[in-house]
């Protein structure tokens, strides 16, 4: 089985790219400070990963995108989002409601048959 590949590359090819010029733009064309480097090379890390995730097509997307939230949630508190723990754990659990409501809700089938829960009369 091949690896996966996004426009004719590897994942890992299109993050060297992004990170490359990244720091290509930081050090020739504008001044980026190091913290929005790493949003940005975060958000690419998280981004090749669900679409990554999409082309396995194992079921794998729902695990994808609660990282890529996860891990977004963290970099913003690590950048100086001020949340609450509660609030975050809200924020995830929303996500993960809705995520899985899209993902998963109209993939599943009930092992048994609707009209087979009703006493018959």
């Known amino acids: ?13 299109i993050l060297g790219l992004v ?4 720091q290509f733009v930081s050090a020739f064309v504008i001044e980026v400070d190091q913290d929005t480097q790493a949003l940005v090379n975060a958000v690419a890390a998280a981004v090749v990963g669900l679409i990554v995730a999409a082309m396995v097509k194992d079921g794998s997307l729902l695990a994808a995108i ?3 939230a996860q891990a977004a949630l963290a970099l913003g508190m690590n950048l100086g989002l001020d949340w609450s723990a509660d609030r975050q754990a809200a924020a995830m659990a929303a996500i993960t409601l809705l995520a899985q409501f899209y993902l998963v809700r109209d993939r599943v089938t009930a092992p048994v048959p609707a009209g087979a829960l009703h006493p018959s009369a």
């Open 66 to 68: 609660t990282g890529f």
């Open 19 to 22: 990170a490359m010029a990244v």
């Open 1 to 13: 089985m091949s690896p996966v590949k996004i426009f004719g590359r590897e994942p890992s090819a």
